[in-house]
T-cell receptor
C-alpha cells in the first residue's frame, strides 16, 4: 500500500536558520502530496500541497516541490521564526478517487530565539 | 466560517467501558473523515463518509468500533468495549466533495483508556 516516510525529529534550530524536513513516499498510483502543520494546542492545518510532478506548493514562506523521479516532497523554509515551532506531517492521497490521507509520523520542530 | 467541531475534548475511561465522540463538520461539506492518531504516529484513517454513506471503513476495527453519520451532517464514533491500545487522539475532518479537496480538521478528542 501507499506510505510516507519523513525525517525523524525532533528538530531544533535557531531563529533565521534554513529549514529542510525530508519526505519520501511510496505509491502505486499518481498521488497528490501535502504538508500539514499542527501548532501547539491546535488542530491539523493544511500548509501546502502539490498535485502533479514538478509542481511547487508554497505558503507562509514554506515551499515543497513534487519530485516524481526521487519520490520526494521535502519541506523548506529560508528563515524560520519562533512561531514556526510545531509538528509537521507529510501526507499523500492516492489519486485513485478515494481521497483518504496517508500520513507520515510527523516531525516536531522547535525554533529557539 | 465555523470550523470542524468535536466533543468532548478529553475523555478518560476504564478498559471495557464504552465511549462516544461527536463531530460537526463545516457546513456544506459532503465528506467526513475519522482518524486515529496514536502518540508519536501520524493520523490513520478509520472511516470516510460521503454524505451519509460509507466510502471506506477498511481500517475500522468493526468488532469494537462503529460510526454513523445520520442525515449526512453530524457524525458519532463509538468504541465498545474500549481497550488500552485505543488510547489516542481521535480527529474528525471534513472536505467539500472529497475529490482532491483540502481536508479541514477539528481539534480532536484525546482518549485515555486505563
Amino acid at each position: 500500500g501507499d506510505s510516507v516516510t519523513q525525517m525523524e525529529g525532533p528538530v531544533t534550530l535557531s531563529e533565521e536558520a534554513f529549514l529542510t524536513i525530508n519526505c519520501t513516499y511510496t505509491a502505486t498510483g499518481y498521488p497528490s502530496l501535502f504538508w500539514y502543520v499542527q501548532y501547539p494546542g491546535e488542530g491539523l492545518q493544511l500548509l501546502l500541497k502539490a498535485t502533479k510532478a514538478d509542481d511547487k506548493g508554497s505558503n507562509k514562506g514554506f515551499e515543497a516541490t513534487y519530485r516524481k523521479e526521487t519520490t520526494s516532497f521535502h519541506l523548506e523554509k529560508g528563515s524560520v521564526q519562533v512561531s514556526d515551532s510545531a509538528v509537521y506531517f507529510c501526507a499523500l492521497t492516492s489519486g485513485d478517487g478515494n481521497e483518504k490521507l496517508t500520513f507520515g509520523t510527523g516531525t516536531r520542530l522547535t525554533i529557539i530565539p | 466560517e465555523a470550523g470542524v467541531a468535536q466533543s468532548p475534548r478529553y475523555k478518560i475511561i476504564e478498559k471495557r467501558q464504552s465511549v462516544a465522540f461527536w463531530c460537526n463538520p463545516i457546513s456544506g461539506h459532503a465528506t467526513l473523515y475519522w482518524y486515529q492518531q496514536i502518540l508519536g504516529q501520524g493520523p490513520k484513517l478509520l472511516i470516510q463518509f460521503q454524505n451519509n454513506g460509507v466510502v471506506d471503513d477498511s481500517q475500522l476495527p468493526k468488532d469494537r468500533f462503529s460510526a454513523e453519520r445520520l442525515k449526512g451532517v453530524d457524525s458519532t464514533l463509538k468504541i465498545q468495549p474500549a481497550k488500552l491500545e485505543d488510547s489516542a487522539v481521535y480527529l474528525c475532518a471534513s472536505s467539500l466533495t472529497g475529490l482532491d479537496d483540502a481536508q479541514y480538521f477539528g481539534p480532536g478528542t484525546r482518549l485515555l483508556v486505563l
